[in-house]
T-cell receptor, first 110, second 114 residues
Framework: KQEVTQIPAALSVPEGENLVLNCSFTDSAIYNLQWFRQDPGKGLTSLLLIQSSQREQTSGRLNASLDKSSGRSTLYIAASQPGDSATYLCAVKGDYKLSFGAGTTVTVRA | NAGVTQTPKFRILKIGQSMTLQCTQDMNHNYMYWYRQDPGMGLKLIYYSVGAGITDKGEVPNGYNVSRSTTEDFPLRLELAAPSQTSVYFC?????????????FGSGTRLTVV
């Protein structure tokens, strides 16, 4: 059974600092890994999708890396802003479903 | 371009009542899913469907039922609501297993059972 862990559970940083969010998974037989953002009381917004054959994906200030053999992914957010405050969820795709971590709740202080 | 649409957005049920959460997608995805999210927890899979007429249980199916009569629709039925079913429910869709496509989620249904 796939287990996905996200550390830390919560993170508070001053505006402008770079964010580093970690995700680990136990079964390396995945098709892809997806990072989502969730604002309080809202749904999930897809940020980045990394295929199993890829090492990283970038979108604007966001960069996600994937090391499938070691079961790790890292989401980097450069020059954080208060608008980046949210919960970030990591999910890995197996044969038929996504397995989710519990998320990292980020607060960026102005 | 609606994506995945869920209704209702909010609902309060009394213990023992029943209801159906609606989900429809317009992307012609063959796979559809129902997840629940409890506070501080990751999303747990309730049921999924790989195509019209085919459904299967996920990690936490007890107390729920689903049907998939069309590609577009995947309703979730609660027959006898219990306080343990208080949660936020998300419907999602994707292309099939073995593909590299990502998932698209609906905006969620917040359900409270009192």
């Amino acid at each position: 059974k796939q287990e996905v862990t996200q550390i830390p559970a919560a993170l508070s940083v001053p505006e402008g600092e770079n964010l580093v969010l970690n995700c680990s998974f136990t079964d390396s037989a995945i098709y892809n890994l997806q990072w989502f953002r969730q604002d309080p009381g809202k749904g999930l917004t897809s940020l980045l999708l990394i295929q199993s054959s890829q090492r990283e994906q970038t979108s604007g200030r966001l960069n996600a890396s994937l090391d499938k053999s070691s079961g790790r992914s890292t989401l980097y957010i450069a020059a954080s802003q208060p608008g980046d405050s949210a919960t970030y969820l990591c999910a890995v795709k197996g044969d038929y479903k996504l397995s989710f971590g519990a998320g990292t709740t980020v607060t960026v202080r102005a | 371009n609606a994506g995945v649409t869920q209704t209702p957005k909010f609902r309060i049920l009394k213990i023992g009542q029943s209801m159906t959460l609606q989900c429809t997608q317009d992307m012609n995805h063959n796979y559809m899913y129902w997840y629940r999210q409890d506070p501080g927890m990751g999303l747990k899979l309730i049921y999924y469907s790989v195509g019209a007429g085919i459904t299967d249980k996920g990690e936490v199916p007890n107390g729920y039922n689903v049907s998939r009569s069309t590609t577009e629709d995947f309703p979730l039925r609660l027959e006898l609501a219990a306080p343990s079913q208080t949660s936020v429910y998300f419907c999602a869709s994707s292309y099939g297993a073995g593909t590299n496509g990502g998932y698209t989620f609906g905006s969620g249904t917040r359900l409270t059972v009192v």
